[in-house]
């Protein structure tokens, strides 16, 4: 199976998005020799994790194992599968090459295929004694099971901590929860909005004169996987030096309260209450997007060196650095409405990629509002090899975002594309000591 980084070509056009720089620069700059290119040996290569989860927030967390180089099954419902794969469009279009058993599925959805490279998919219907017993196997040959299931969900099948922990002591058991394994709302679904809005996100996220809104990306489940992953990290070092498994309780509802950072911290040490402020920053001015001619900017001139060159430099008003209404950050501050109003009016003469050209190198942070297709476009995407481009066995030629880290100059390698539905269900099936015949009579009978 091929698999590739993509690169800018040679004679491509460079439109100025963010910083101005050439791809001759680019490609300059894409290898630093002096740093180790080689990266590092898989460090999860023989742990086996045993995926339970959906949608985001666990899928996340297992994938991140996964780039470390854990086999990670995935266990899926056995007509639907994971929940994503149905979310479309978009999905990415399907080859003429297509594996035949696959051919009742409905395209790869691009949700799905964000969050489960390098792993394997089977289908299991665990509700069913023979499906359960497969589940079983699975555990007892397992480091690492990751759920997210309502609490208390999988011990009414099964497969709880207690059940899997008499199977496997030296098990790690990550439960992903909207709210905990205690408490009043233990029993309550998560959802990463509605979380987002009871955990306080929404109320200070959006314009001051305007309705709480929800980040554009579902933060609080990406945010719960990071906390996953980590956890999982930790625990198998515990069990490196116990010989013990461990069961890891994570939710949506405390990872969004601890994201809430100095935020929460304002309230507990003084009962300040947080606010919404649009793209400003309650203490910092000038700190947020100004709108341009074509566009908009962010501009963060977060002390008083850096407004004096924009007020000389950018504005070309070096009065303001000496008004007394501007001089300091607390003065700015005061006079927020009336200075914001200014720069408004003198960024509005001009396009965005001429105030762009103007404060690169200046001095004062900065950066435009680019949509999606010109994030992608930016050159340093090109330059740190974002994206990569995969051969998916019923889609063709797709591409992912590369993993994010990068170990000695190279990053983990995506060695499996996004399975398809039940891709894997015979190979794991017989890894387990399944044969041909036990394989085709539990697909019979719907159990796989």
Not at 2 to 25: D, G, M, Q
Not at 118 to 146: A, C, M, Q
């Amino acid at each position: 199976m091929a698999f590739r980084i993509l690169r800018r070509p040679e004679n491509a056009r460079l439109t100025v998005l963010s910083r101005k720089v050439s791809w001759e620069t680019v490609r300059n700059l894409n290898v630093d020799r002096s740093v180790p290119t080689q990266g590092i040996p898989p460090p999860l290569r023989g742990i086996k994790v045993l995926d339970l989860t959906r949608v985001l927030a666990g899928p996340t967390s297992t994938m991140l194992l996964a780039d470390l180089g854990a086999d990670v099954i995935k266990v899926e419902e056995v007509s639907r599968g994971d929940d994503t794969r149905s979310w479309t469009p978009p999905s990415a279009p399907l080859t003429t090459s297509a594996p035949q058993d696959a051919s009742h599925l409905p395209p790869e959805s691009a949700y799905f295929l964000a969050v489960n490279r390098n792993k394997r998919s089977i289908t299991v219907n665990f509700k069913e004694p023979k499906g359960l017993e497969i589940l079983h196997k699975l555990v007892k040959e397992s480091d690492v099971l990751v759920e997210n299931f309502i609490s208390g969900k999988l011990a009414e099948s099964g497969l709880g901590w207690e059940d899997c922990r008499k199977i496997n002591p030296r098990l790690i058991y990550a439960s992903i929860t909207g709210y905990g394994q205690t408490g009043p709302f233990k029993k309550a679904a998560g959802y990463d909005v509605i979380v987002e809005a009871e955990a306080g996100l929404m109320h200070i996220t959006g314009e001051p004169d305007g309705p709480p809104c929800k980040v554009g990306v579902a933060v609080t489940d990406i945010a719960t996987g990071l906390y996953a992953h980590g956890a999982i990290m930790a625990a198998l070092l515990s069990r490196q030096q116990t010989g013990r498994g461990v069961w890891i309780d994570c939710n949506l509802f405390e990872s969004q309260l601890a994201g809430l950072a100095n935020i929460a911290s304002n309230y507990l040490i003084s009962g300040q209450q947080g606010s919404r402020h649009g793209t400003s920053h309650p203490s910092i001015v000038p700190y947020q997007v100004f709108p341009c001619k074509d566009g908009f900017i962010m501009i963060g001139a977060g002390n008083d060196k850096q407004f004096k060159l924009f007020a000389e430099k950018i504005l070309e008003r070096p009065d303001l650095s000496s008004d007394s209404r501007f001089s300091t950050n607390k003065a700015r501050v005061a006079n927020r409405q009336e200075l914001v109003s200014l720069i408004t009016e003198t960024l509005q003469k001009q396009g965005r990629d001429h105030w762009i050209e103007k404060l690169t190198g200046l001095g004062v942070p900065f950066g435009p509002i680019n949509n999606i297709e010109q994030t992608f476009a930016h050159p340093q995407v090109a330059a740190r090899q974002m994206i990569t481009e995969v051969e998916h066995p019923r889609a063709g030629k797709i591409k992912l975002v590369s993993p994010a880290v990068t170990y000695n100059g190279g990053r983990m390698p995506i060695t499996r594309p996004p399975p398809y539905l039940s891709q894997h269900t015979n190979e794991v099936l017989s890894e387990l000591g399944y044969n041909e015949e036990e394989i085709s009579e539990l697909k019979e009978k719907q159990i796989i």
